[in-house]
């Protein structure tokens, strides 16, 4: 890491290689490809949040700062906006870069049915007897009773 950079906004941007499209990162990159720096007594901060905060006055620092390149090296301002998770999550699935995962009984992990479900939620009977004739945990019983999960049906 380049003295001073923790601090100092040149030398920032000193390691940002300015292209026509895109500002890549030149410096470290973390495990996921995403440039990062020291910066401000804050850690190792992902360089494109670095970045927004530089050209951001008054930003809190709270929330995602997502890419509309989804370039994970780019630092470009103009490339870069404000989101949180289920923002991140939904522009991934549209741009075609994650699928959205499989609902009910299409899930890898369901144990139950659609059909299953529907029979829980008129089914008499503590949680414990219930999960113990589906062969389920009883706290899995509570959460489709509550509806917390299988919420589609």
Not at 11 to 29: H, I, N, P, Q, Y
Not at 53 to 66: E, I, K, R, S, Y
Not at 75 to 92: F, I, Q, R, S
Request: net charge positive; glycine share 10%; hydrophobic share 40%.
């Amino acid at each position: 890491m380049a003295k001073g950079i923790r601090n100092d906004s040149a030398a920032f941007w000193a390691r940002v290689a300015k292209g026509a499209d895109c500002w890549l990162w030149t410096g470290m990159k973390d495990r996921d490809g995403y440039g990062k720096c020291g910066w401000q007594n804050r850690g190792h901060i992902r360089a494109h949040r670095i970045a927004y905060a530089l050209t951001n006055p008054g930003w809190d620092w709270t929330g995602w700062v997502l890419h509309s390149c989804d370039t994970p090296l780019c630092c470009n301002p103009a490339h870069l906006w404000l989101g949180d998770a289920k923002t991140n999550a939904h522009d991934m699935i549209a741009k075609g870069r994650k699928a959205p995962m499989p609902r009910g009984s299409n899930h890898p992990f369901a144990k139950l049915t659609e059909e299953q479900v529907l029979e829980i939620r008129q089914t008499d009977g503590t949680h414990y007897q219930v999960a113990l004739r589906y062969g389920v945990s009883d706290a899995l019983i509570r959460a489709i009773r509550v509806r917390k999960i299988w919420t589609h049906i």
